[in-house]
């Protein structure tokens, strides 16, 4: 949502620097899943996982920083917790990428 935001031409100056440097801190802090997880399973969400590791910590405080900017556009965002997820297509030490699971695949 950052990205389209940046490119749609709404931000002020003040906010497109900051919103690179929200990127930069992003790719400081994680890399890209391989576009192909996407590819395959469209429906696939990236998660980060909640550890207590620096690196955690601040990927967290990212996503905070970055839906604080996305309010000040009216784009309505939302933090989600799961502590299951269904399919997961992709991992690596601070990221899941999983399919959400549907109430047909929830475990009760």
Do not use: K, N
């Amino acid at each position: 949502m950052l990205r389209g935001l940046r490119t749609s031409g709404r931000l002020t100056p003040e906010d497109d620097q900051a919103a690179a440097r929200l990127v930069e801190r992003s790719y400081a802090l994680h890399i890209e899943p391989p576009p192909e997880v996407f590819d395959t399973q469209p429906a696939a969400i990236s998660w980060f996982i909640e550890r207590e590791t620096p690196a955690a910590a601040a990927l967290v405080d990212l996503a905070a920083d970055v839906v604080a900017l996305l309010d000040r556009y009216g784009i309505a965002c939302r933090e989600v917790r799961c502590t299951r997820l269904d399919e997961v297509t992709y991992s690596d030490d601070v990221q899941v990428v999983a399919i959400p699971a549907t109430a047909d695949r929830w475990p009760f």
